[in-house]
């Protein structure tokens, strides 16, 4: 995994961005007309709201992305992470969230959170060892898949 490098998105990754992200989500749910938001606009809905998207990649060729999405001044909703089918179950999961969370405390942030589903066993193992928790989710979350919320607070 020495090769997996991290950089941020530039606008000609929008169709990789909202295709790994449409991919995973017809996988495992369906997508949502805030998924579709989000992803046709990423610039709109993230970057200029003061957020930000981190592209994988190895050898110059795309195999993942995350965003935070910012929700107030230090806090963040990791959002949007997605790896390409033939690199999953390689651990680039733990290499991302191990970025993610480096990222975020070199931006002194204090906090982030995130939405799942207990469905994805994987994932939600992931969050946990890195340590996140499970907090109370919101009646009215923005995501219908949702039923669990997570956050990390950052020292």
Request: aromatic letters at 12%.
């Amino acid at each position: 995994m020495s090769n997996l490098r991290f950089r941020k998105y530039t606008p000609e990754d929008a169709d990789a961005f909202k295709a790994l992200n449409i991919e995973w989500l017809d996988k495992f749910f369906v997508v949502e007309p805030i998924d579709e938001e989000v992803l046709s606009h990423p610039k709109k809905a993230i970057l200029d709201k003061g957020g930000h998207i981190i592209m994988a990649e190895i050898d110059s060729e795309l195999i993942g992305t995350f965003a935070f999405i910012k929700k107030e001044d230090k806090l963040f909703e990791f959002s949007k992470m997605a790896i390409a089918p033939l690199h999953r179950g390689k651990g680039f999961g733990n290499t991302m969230m191990q970025f993610a969370i480096q990222f975020a405390e070199q931006h002194h942030w204090n906090k982030i959170i995130l939405y799942s589903s207990r469905r994805l066993d994987n994932s939600i193992h992931i969050y946990r060892k890195y340590g996140f928790v499970e907090v109370e989710l919101e009646s009215n979350s923005h995501y219908a898949r949702s039923d669990i919320k997570m956050e990390l607070i950052l020292s």
